[in-house]
């Protein structure tokens, strides 16, 4: 059961992270407008199985108005809410909580920063660890992410059939093109099961300025401007849709099966493998495979 909602409040980035889900970058558009975003949450108050409406981007506090609205809405109508951001605006403890604390005052009380060396290289305090001090200091929870960049597994450390390298980045998204270069990759017929996304039983969706409701990044259930979000998350049969069907039945594999889509023989992972059979589907399936930007698409 779905019970909460991300919100992709921009596209629009500080950085071109080469992990990026999403390949935002400062040239990226498409921003939630507030007759949106306040319509959104009318509509998520309607629906009771929901009780969490974070926001998220790209990077919120560029739309820092907006983001601040925002909280105080989803606090208002009685949501739990939380912020992820890369944190380019700590600079400083003391000002890091100017931009945190009139979020607080309107409900924020968990924040989670990036912290890596995607984000911010490998300094010794960087703007993450900062961000994190600073919401410590005012009470707020304070959850970190921080994802590893990829690395080899000695072959004989790990089980058969897992993945041969560690790290936290999935590869899709700009991974493709930027993190797959001497990693060790596994034939495509055995890579049968999306490990990642529950797709039958979504606990959370995200949902993108242009009215994409993703179960995974790129991989759209419908769109909340053409019918309502209620009906988008009630008539979504997993089953019958033409990418989650066959992901469910025996992963990238079957998808590849199912379409006759020519690919390489060997990937990195199954999220490798999906991620460039949904870049050759796009065109065949635009409105389930969106917003083409997600797979490096113009």
């Given at each position: 059961?779905?019970t909460?909602?991300?919100?992709?409040?921009?596209y629009?980035?500080?950085y071109?992270?080469?992990?990026?889900?999403?390949?935002?970058?400062?040239e990226?558009t498409?921003?939630?407008?507030?007759?949106q975003?306040?319509?959104?949450?009318?509509e998520?108050?309607?629906?009771k199985?929901i009780?969490?409406?974070?926001f998220?981007?790209?990077e919120?506090f560029?739309y820092?108005?907006?983001l601040?609205e925002?909280?105080r809405q989803?606090t208002?109508?009685?949501?739990?809410?939380a912020?992820?951001?890369?944190?380019y605006?700590?600079?400083g403890?003391?000002?890091?909580?100017?931009?945190?604390?009139?979020?607080?005052?309107?409900?924020?009380?968990?924040?989670?920063?990036?912290?890596d060396?995607?984000h911010?290289?490998?300094?010794?305090?960087s703007?993450?660890?900062?961000?994190?001090?600073?919401?410590?200091?005012?009470?707020?929870?304070?959850n970190?992410?921080?994802?590893e960049?990829?690395?080899?597994?000695?072959?004989d450390d790990?089980?058969?059939g897992?993945?041969?390298y560690a790290?936290?980045?999935?590869?899709?998204?700009?991974a493709?093109?930027?993190l797959v270069k001497?990693l060790?990759?596994?034939?495509?017929?055995?890579?049968?099961?999306?490990?990642i996304?529950?797709?039958?039983n979504p606990?959370r969706?995200?949902?993108?300025?242009?009215g994409n409701?993703?179960v995974?990044q790129g991989?759209?259930?419908?769109?909340?401007?053409?019918?309502?979000?209620?009906?988008?998350?009630?008539?979504?049969?997993?089953?019958?849709h033409?990418?989650?069907?066959?992901l469910?039945?025996?992963?990238?594999a079957?998808?590849?099966?199912k379409?006759?889509?020519?690919?390489?023989?060997?990937?990195?992972?199954?999220c490798?493998?999906?991620?460039?059979?949904?870049?050759?589907?796009?065109?065949?399936f635009p409105?389930?495979?969106?917003?083409?930007?997600v797979?490096?698409?113009?």
């Amino acid at each position: 059961m779905i019970t909460g909602l991300h919100v992709l409040l921009t596209y629009t980035c500080t950085y071109n992270c080469d992990h990026c889900f999403l390949f935002c970058s400062p040239e990226r558009t498409g921003v939630f407008t507030l007759a949106q975003m306040t319509g959104l949450i009318e509509e998520a108050t309607k629906m009771k199985n929901i009780h969490s409406i974070s926001f998220e981007g790209g990077e919120p506090f560029l739309y820092y108005g907006l983001l601040h609205e925002g909280i105080r809405q989803v606090t208002q109508a009685g949501f739990d809410t939380a912020i992820e951001t890369n944190c380019y605006w700590a600079t400083g403890v003391e000002d890091a909580k100017l931009w945190l604390r009139p979020l607080q005052e309107v409900g924020l009380k968990k924040i989670e920063p990036g912290d890596d060396h995607f984000h911010h290289g490998d300094t010794k305090k960087s703007p993450g660890q900062i961000a994190a001090q600073a919401a410590n200091e005012l009470g707020m929870t304070v959850n970190t992410i921080c994802i590893e960049k990829p690395s080899i597994i000695h072959p004989d450390d790990h089980p058969r059939g897992e993945p041969v390298y560690a790290g936290g980045p999935k590869i899709r998204g700009r991974a493709v093109e930027t993190l797959v270069k001497d990693l060790p990759t596994r034939p495509w017929e055995e890579l049968t099961e999306c490990k990642i996304e529950d797709l039958k039983n979504p606990g959370r969706v995200h949902i993108d300025p242009f009215g994409n409701v993703h179960v995974c990044q790129g991989l759209s259930m419908g769109n909340y401007l053409e019918i309502s979000l209620a009906e988008v998350l009630n008539t979504y049969d997993p089953d019958s849709h033409p990418v989650c069907g066959p992901l469910l039945k025996g992963g990238p594999a079957a998808l590849a099966k199912k379409y006759n889509v020519p690919h390489a023989e060997r990937y990195v992972d199954e999220c490798h493998f999906c991620s460039d059979l949904c870049k050759s589907l796009v065109e065949i399936f635009p409105q389930y495979l969106t917003p083409r930007r997600v797979y490096g698409l113009e």
